[in-house]
């Protein structure tokens, strides 16, 4: 079974820029779809981006055109690039591996949080 470790997070202002990583051990990477989830207080755990083992991406309409993720088979890893970062962005962000339709593996979790 797959394991994943997060990198990255923090404190940032409002307009910066920071990059999240996570590696998967244990498993082979390549036959699992990833995401990146985030969860703000009070409220549900959703979405944020996606990418199959394929490299077909997805990213939700709210971070469209700040956020990227990415992936490199090569290294297990799948990063989340999110640029002109907002407060409401303010979450902990959790990467994802799926496989045959389930979540089999979840990351830490990483605490970014956005001042104004």
């Known amino acids: 079974q797959v394991r994943l470790v997060q990198s990255g997070g923090g404190l940032v202002q409002a307009g910066r820029s920071l990059r999240l990583s996570c590696v998967a051990t244990g498993s082979s990477f390549n036959e699992y779809d990833m995401a990146w989830f985030r969860q703000a207080p009070g409220l549900q755990r959703e979405l944020v981006a996606s990418a199959t083992s394929g490299g077909v991406t997805y990213t939700a309409d709210s971070v469209n055109g700040r956020f990227t993720i990415s992936r490199d088979n090569a290294q297990n890893t799948v990063s989340l690039q999110m640029n002109s970062l907002k407060p409401e962005d303010t979450a902990v962000y959790y990467c994802?591996?799926?496989?045959?339709?389930?979540?089999?593996?979840w990351g830490q979790g990483t605490q970014v949080t956005v001042s104004s």
């Open positions: 994802a591996a799926e496989r045959w339709g389930m979540y089999e593996a």
